[in-house]
């Protein structure tokens, strides 16, 4: 089946030790998106690609980077995690028109220590 | 700032009962409205979806209804089961966004048996 992929499920970091979350799509969508979820809150946007083109949100931390190396892998770079950052980090697809919703993956839980 | 808004917050209802979340959303134009529905640890599966030229779409027991002219969805669980037991994101897209989706706060319902 088509799908969004997210590894790990679980990571735990520590405080300021970089970590890499990993998304991958077999649905050849063009746009890849970010989204951090804290408990009991909406998915924020921290940014999305458009094929190669990378968008920012403007209230995204410099902490976060993200990288689309190709059309079906995604990642999210936390350069120094605090304990803020601490949240379900949603990786999401969609297709070039958006004619359709979004396509998540299961989420990665991340906790810094 | 929030352009849907979302209520109730949570909502308790009895097996077999209807479940009934409300979204508005402001003055940006939107033209797609799905709903999404989260369980615990995973992420959000898209449910239903709408757009502005219906005024209402049932998929089995999940019926949208769409007031265009009053800014406003919802959402209608018909005989409501306790694995209805969720969160649910209203969504709405901007016209001018092919994407981004704007998310509603959410709404977490329990069904008890």
């Known amino acids: 089946d088509a799908m969004v992929i997210q590894n790990p499920r679980y990571q735990v970091t520590q405080f300021g030790k970089p970590v890499t979350l990993s998304c991958s799509q077999t649905?050849?969508?063009?746009?890849m998106y970010w989204y951090q979820q804290k408990s009991s809150q909406a998915p924020k946007l921290l940014f999305h690609?458009?094929?190669?083109?990378?968008?920012n949100e403007a209230d995204t931390p410099d902490n976060f980077q993200s990288r689309r190396p190709n059309t079906s892998f995604c990642f999210l770079d936390i350069r120094s995690p605090g304990l803020g950052d601490a949240a379900m980090y949603l990786c999401?697809?969609?297709?070039?028109?958006?004619?359709?919703?979004?396509?998540f993956g299961s989420g990665t839980r991340l906790t810094v220590v | 700032q929030q352009q849907v808004k979302q209520s109730p917050q949570s909502l308790i209802v009895q097996k077999g009962g209807i479940s009934i979340i409300n979204c508005a959303y402001e003055?940006?134009?939107?033209?797609?409205f799905p709903w999404y529905q989260q369980f615990p640890g995973k992420g959000p599966a898209l449910l239903i979806a709408?757009?502005?030229?219906?005024s209402e779409k049932k998929e089995g027991r999940f019926t949208i209804s769409f007031n265009k002219s009053a800014k406003q969805f919802s959402l209608h669980i018909m005989d409501s089961q306790p694995g209805d037991s969720a969160t649910y994101f209203c969504?709405?897209?901007?016209?001018?966004?092919?994407?981004?989706?704007?998310f509603g706060a959410g709404t977490q319902v329990v069904v008890t048996p």
């Open positions: 999401a697809t969609s297709s070039p028109l958006g004619t359709s919703g979004y396509t």
């Open positions: 649905l050849n969508h063009n746009v």
């Open positions: 969504a709405a897209r901007p016209t001018d966004s092919w994407g981004k989706l704007q």
């Open positions: 003055n940006t134009a939107f033209d797609y």
């Open positions: 709408i757009r502005p030229d219906v």
């Open positions: 690609y458009y094929d190669k083109d990378f968008n």
